[in-house]
C-alpha cells in the first residue's frame, strides 16, 4: 500500500496575554527547517482564536507556548474548543515554563506532550512528527 | 614622577564636590591586611585617547561610571522585582524583602494589568495574579503599600502601554499618605517601543503610545522631580534573543525615538533628560557584558551631546538598572544557576550599574520561592561587602581586551542604530519587522549551537547528571482570580458612578485633543474609576496595535 506524502502542517499558538515568545519562534523554525508547514499566531490569542485559526488552517497539529503560570486553564480551554467545533482529532501539545505537578494534569486534559525549558529541539520535532502521523492515519514517519 | 595635573584636575572638581555632597562609605578601604585601596587607578602615562575615551568617573563621557565615587560613595541600589497574586501577598513579600535588606521596591504586575484589562475581563482569564499582582484600582494599590511611606522608600514598576494610570494610582497613593508627589521616587519602565518587538505588552499604536509618554515626561519634569520617567530596555531585547551589540543599538535607537519625540513636543532637552534611565541585561560573558556597560554608557553621552545638544551632565550620563540574564537559567540542575547569576551580577557590578536584580534558581521552574529569593539578593550582598569590586573604581579599565571590546561594541552598535536610521527610524523598522527578524535570527542561531552541542550548557548538554531533583515551586492558588474578581466587582458597586462617569468623559476629551492626559487620569483613578475603564477609554479614541511578527 501506498500512502500519498502528505506535508505535515502545524499551527504554532500563544495563548492567553503572555508576550514570551522567544521559543514559540524558534520551535516555528526549526519545524520549518525539518520541511513542516507552520503557521505562527502570533501572541495573545484567545483559545476560540486558536480553534477557529486551526481549522481554517487545516493543521494536524497544534503547539501551545505558555511561560506565564496560565497553562492549566488555557492548555485544556483549547482542547474542549476542539471538541466543540468537531476537530478533536487535531492533536495538541504544550510548552514553557510548567511545573512537574501539572504535566499529568494537562496529559489528562488531552495535551499530548509537554516540553519544558531544555528539552531538546529534536525531541520536540520528533513529537510533532508523530502527532501528524496519527492526525495523517500514517503508519509512521517516512 | 608628579601625579598628572588632570588628575589633579578632576579631583578637585568632580571628586571634591561629590564628597563635600556626601562622603565615602567608609574612611578608608582595606584588604585583609589593612593596606589602603585605591579609589581609582590610572596608567602610569595618560595620553589623548586615554582622557577622550576611557576618562574618568562622574565627567563625559561616562565611560568609568557617573559618579565621581560610584560604590565607595553609595552601593548600588539592591531592588527585587516581586509581585504576585494579591496585593496583599505581594505586601508581604515587600515586607519581608525589606526586612531582609533590599534598598528598592519593584514591582510585577500581572499581565491584565499591563495590557489594561480588569481582572474581571473576558481577556484576564487564567492570567491573573500569574506573572505578578492585579492592581484593577487604586484600592489595590493601598493594600500593596499598607504600612510602607512612599517617602521612605523608591519604587520601580515594569509598567509600559497603562504607565499613566500606575503612576497617577502612585501618586493617588502618596496624597492618602500624606506625601506629595515631589517627594516620589522611584521608576516606571514606560518603554513601549521594545514592547512591540520583545515583551508584548503593548496596547496602542506607535504614534499615541509616544504622545503619552511624552504627556508623562512634561508632567514629571513639573510634578515629580525625582521619578524617573521611564526606563529604556534593553533586557527584553536580550531576552529575546539577541546579542550584546543589538541589545545596546536597539535600546539606545529606542531612546533616540523617545527624545526626538518629546524635543518634538516642545520639551527642552535638558528640562527630561535628567531623568531617562535604562536597564540592561547581565548574562554570563562576563567580559563581554562589562565591555557592554561601558560601551553604552559611552555612546549614550556622545549622542546626548552632539546629536541632541544636552548640555548639562545629568543629561548625558546614562544611569542603568540590571537584571541577570533569565534565559541563561537551566531547569536541570537548578543550583548551578545561583552560580550563573552571581558571575552576570559581578558583571553588572563591574559594568557600574546603580542598581540590581538578581534571579532566584529556581525561575526556569515557574515562580521563586521566598527561600530563593533570599539566596539571590544574599548573592548582591557577598558581592557588596565580601569581594572588594565595591571598593575601587572601574577596575576592568585598561585592561586591552576590556577597552577593545568596549571599543568594538561602541562602534557595531553605533553601525547597527545607523542601519536602523536607514530603515526609517524605529517605528519604521519594527512595521517592517527589520528589529523582529534581527532578534529572531540571533535567537535561532545560538539555540542551534546549543543543540549542536558547539555551545556548551553545563548540565544541559554536557555535564549532565541523572535524576536531579527539583525544588519546590511558588504555586498561585486558582481562587486567587475568583477572589480578585469577586473584590473587584464589589468595588465597582460601593463607587458613585456619575463622578466616575464625568472623569472618564474628560479624559476622552483630553484623549482626542491634546490636553497633557496626566491630569484627567489622576482625576478618574481618585474616584476608583479602573483600570480597565481608563484604558478602554483610551482604546476608543487611539485605537489598539495588531501584532506583526
Redesign the interface.
Known amino acids: 500500500m501506498t500512502v500519498k506524502k502528505i506535508k505535515n502542517r502545524v499551527l504554532i499558538a500563544k495563548p492567553?496575554?503572555?508576550?514570551?515568545?522567544?521559543g514559540a519562534?524558534?520551535i516555528a523554525?526549526?519545524l520549518r527547517d525539518s520541511e513542516f508547514e507552520v503557521i505562527?499566531t502570533?501572541?495573545?490569542q484567545?483559545p476560540e482564536e486558536i480553534v477557529s485559526t486551526a481549522i481554517q488552517e487545516d493543521v494536524a497539529a497544534i503547539g501551545l507556548s505558555s511561560l506565564?503560570?496560565?497553562h492549566?486553564?488555557?492548555f485544556p480551554?483549547v482542547v474542549a474548543e476542539l471538541e466543540k467545533r468537531d476537530a478533536a482529532d487535531i492533536r495538541v501539545l504544550g510548552g514553557g515554563?510548567i511545573?512537574?505537578?501539572d504535566i499529568e494534569t494537562l496529559k489528562k486534559a488531552g495535551i499530548e506532550a509537554i516540553f519544558?525549558?531544555?528539552a531538546?529541539?529534536?525531541d520536540i520535532i520528533d513529537a510533532f512528527k508523530r502527532a501528524c502521523d496519527t492526525f495523517y492515519g500514517r503508519k509512521q514517519t517516512e | 614622577m608628579g601625579k598628572d595635573k588632570r588628575i589633579t584636575e578632576w579631583e578637585e572638581k568632580e571628586l571634591a564636590k561629590s564628597l563635600a555632597r556626601s562622603p565615602e562609605r567608609k574612611d578608608r578601604f582595606t584588604n585583609h591586611g589593612n593596606e589602603e585601596i585605591p579609589r581609582i587607578s590610572f596608567p602610569e602615562k595618560l595620553d589623548d585617547k586615554f582622557i577622550s575615551a576611557t576618562g574618568f568617573p562622574g565627567r563625559y563621557p561616562f565611560t568609568r561610571g557617573v559618579q565621581p565615587t560610584m560604590y565607595r560613595g553609595r552601593l548600588w541600589t539592591m531592588r527585587q522585582y516581586a509581585g504576585f497574586s494579591t496585593a496583599f501577598e505581594t505586601n508581604n513579600r515587600f515586607r519581608y524583602l525589606l526586612d531582609q535588606g533590599t534598598t528598592g521596591l519593584s514591582i510585577a504586575f500581572d499581565?491584565?494589568t499591563?495590557?489594561g484589562?480588569d481582572s474581571d475581563d473576558?481577556?484576564?482569564?487564567?492570567?491573573v495574579g500569574?506573572?505578578g499582582v492585579a492592581i484593577d484600582t487604586l484600592y489595590d494599590m493601598e493594600v500593596l503599600f499598607k504600612g510602607i511611606p512612599l517617602d521612605k522608600i523608591s519604587t520601580s514598576m515594569t509598567i509600559n502601554a497603562p504607565a499613566a494610570v500606575l503612576l497617577a494610582m502612585y501618586i493617588a497613593l502618596g496624597e492618602k499618605q500624606g506625601v506629595s508627589s515631589d517627594k516620589l521616587q522611584g521608576t516606571i519602565q514606560n518603554d513601549i517601543l521594545k514592547?512591540y518587538v520583545?515583551?508584548?505588552?503593548y496596547i496602542f499604536p506607535p504614534k499615541p503610545s509616544l504622545r503619552i509618554i511624552t504627556d508623562i515626561f512634561q508632567y514629571c519634569s513639573r510634578n515629580l522631580p525625582s521619578f524617573n520617567t521611564i526606563s529604556i530596555s534593553g533586557y527584553h531585547i536580550r531576552?529575546?534573543?539577541s546579542t550584546a551589540v543589538e541589545e545596546v543599538a536597539f535600546t539606545l535607537a529606542n531612546a533616540c525615538t523617545y527624545v526626538q519625540a518629546a524635543i518634538d513636543a516642545g520639551l527642552t532637552v535638558d528640562s527630561f533628560a535628567k531623568r531617562l534611565a535604562f536597564f540592561f541585561n547581565a548574562s554570563s560573558n562576563i567580559l563581554e557584558e562589562v565591555a557592554k556597560f561601558r560601551a553604552a554608557r559611552r555612546l549614550w553621552a556622545k549622542i546626548m551631546k552632539n546629536r541632541f545638544n544636552a548640555k548639562e551632565p545629568a543629561s548625558q550620563m546614562m544611569r542603568f538598572h540590571t537584571q541577570t540574564a533569565g534565559?541563561t537559567?537551566?531547569?536541570?540542575q537548578v543550583d548551578n544557576n545561583i552560580v550563573r547569576v552571581t558571575i552576570q551580577a559581578l558583571a553588572a557590578v563591574l559594568g557600574g550599574t546603580q542598581s540590581l536584580h538578581t534571579n532566584s534558581k529556581d525561575e526556569?521552574?515557574?515562580?521563586p520561592t521566598e527561600d530563593s529569593v533570599r539566596t539571590a539578593l544574599r548573592t548582591q550582598q557577598v558581592i557588596a561587602f565580601e569581594s572588594g569590586a565595591a571598593d575601587t573604581i572601574d577596575p576592568l579599565a585598561g585592561s586591552y581586551f576590556i577597552e577593545e571590546m568596549t571599543d568594538k561594541i561602541e562602534r557595531d552598535a553605533y553601525l547597527l542604530m545607523e542601519e536602523v536610521k536607514k530603515e526609517g527610524g524605529v517605528i519604521s523598522a519594527i512595521e517592517k519587522g527589520f528589529i523582529q527578524r534581527h532578534i529572531?535570527t540571533s535567537?535561532?542561531e545560538y539555540?542551534k549551537e546549543i543543540?549542536k552541542k558547539e555551545r556548551v550548557i553545563v548540565g544541559?548538554n554536557r555535564f549532565q547528571s541523572e535524576g536531579s531533583v527539583?525544588p519546590p515551586?511558588l504555586?498561585?492558588d486558582?481562587e486567587v482570580e475568583d477572589n480578585q474578581v469577586k473584590n473587584l466587582r464589589e468595588l465597582k458597586q460601593k463607587r458613585e458612578l456619575k463622578k466616575i462617569d464625568e472623569t472618564l468623559k474628560a479624559l476622552k476629551e483630553a484623549a482626542s485633543g491634546s490636553t497633557n492626559l496626566m491630569e484627567p487620569i489622576l482625576a478618574a483613578v481618585r474616584e476608583y474609576a479602573t483600570l480597565g475603564e481608563i484604558c478602554n477609554v483610551l482604546r476608543e479614541v487611539f485605537g489598539e496595535y495588531r501584532?506583526?511578527?
Open positions: 492567553g496575554l503572555d508576550g514570551h515568545d522567544r519562534k524558534i523554525r526549526a505562527y502570533g501572541i495573545r484567545t506565564s503560570g496560565a492549566l486553564r488555557l480551554a515554563i511545573p512537574d505537578d519544558t525549558p531544555g531538546p529541539l529534536a | 499581565l491584565p499591563q495590557i484589562y473576558p481577556m484576564s482569564v487564567g492570567e500569574k506573572v514592547e520583545a515583551r508584548g505588552t531576552e529575546a534573543g534565559n537559567l537551566t531547569a536541570q526556569a521552574l515557574g515562580l529572531e535567537a535561532y539555540q543543540e544541559l527539583k515551586v504555586k498561585i486558582p501584532y506583526r511578527g
